[in-house]
């Protein structure tokens, strides 16, 4: 074994006959923990994680002598050059707000085995009703599991949707989400979903008892509402293709940025007809 994956079986704890899946799965709880842990070198174990999988490493190619013969030359200016770069990306910094969308004011994800129809019936509705928000973000996030049989396991999704789901959570990116229960309860395993009896208690909004998914409170072992099927919701179920084999939840992330927007969104969302 050479010393360089040693090294990085080290760096996410593994032995040296660990399989594909250990890895994924041991580089998902790193992620999960980083949120947290602020000692936790992620960089590092994305480095690793990538070296194991054989993901992103490209052989090095041979320098050309075109390349070598100006190798001097660009060591010679490289302070001037250096400080070019750095006034060109001071200047960058202060003109790409001014040029470019800001940060979006809400976020509604769809994950699971959905493909987007791509209309605007959802934002339209909710800017003509929320005047203060500017910027919506609709995004689809294809994630599913493997065979109804494995639809609960983590271990059958794929590593590719894992890491993005794991890294849009711990980032707080993911807002408003509907999804498939297989990724409703990946979600609800880390304790990443906002409990919505209070929303609901709060906006009066009546909700049958058929569509109500709950969950398990891991503070006090108490049964709350986690999630509401809306498979039903004419408005939020026809912005995507969906295979009606499988409940449409929609559920709050407890990371959210724009909790109020998120709030109100949901209460229009919910008792639109």
């Not at 074994?1 to 996410?12: F, P, V, W």
């Not at 923990?33 to 054989?54: F, P």
């Not at 969950?215 to 498979?231: A, D, F, L, W």
């Not at 724009?258 to 919910?270: D, P, S």
Request: charge should be negative.
């Amino acid at each position: 074994m050479d010393d360089l994956r040693k090294q990085y079986l080290e760096i996410l704890g593994l032995d040296e006959n660990c399989t594909e899946t250990e890895i994924n799965k041991k580089y998902d709880y790193i992620c999960m923990r980083a949120r947290g842990d602020k000692s936790i070198d992620i960089d590092e174990a994305t480095k690793a994680y990538n070296y194991l999988l054989n993901l992103n490493i490209e052989e090095p190619k041979p320098v050309k002598p075109i390349v070598e013969k100006y190798r001097k030359v660009w060591f010679k200016h490289i302070g001037t050059i250096a400080i070019i770069l750095i006034i060109f990306a001071t200047v960058l910094s202060v003109a790409i707000p001014f040029f470019t969308n800001k940060e979006p004011d809400l976020t509604i994800s769809y994950v699971g085995p959905y493909t987007s129809k791509n209309n605007m019936d959802i934002q339209n509705y909710l800017y003509d009703r929320m005047p203060n928000v500017e910027n919506i973000l609709m995004e689809t996030i294809y994630a599913t599991a493997g065979g109804n049989d494995t639809r609960y396991k983590e271990d059958s999704f794929d590593a590719s949707s894992v890491e993005k789901l794991s890294l849009l959570l711990v980032s707080g990116d993911l807002e408003i989400i509907v999804c498939d229960d297989a990724v409703y309860r990946y979600i609800l395993s880390y304790n990443y979903l906002q409990e919505l009896d209070e929303l609901l208690n709060e906006y009066g909004i009546k909700i049958n008892d058929n569509n109500i998914v709950y969950g398990i409170k891991p503070s006090t072992g108490e049964k709350v509402i986690y999630g509401i099927n809306i498979q039903d919701n004419e408005l939020l179920s026809e912005h995507v293709y969906i295979n009606e084999e499988y409940p449409m939840i929609l559920c709050i992330s407890n990371e959210s940025a724009n909790f109020e927007n998120v709030k109100e969104a949901v209460r229009l969302l919910l008792t639109s007809e």
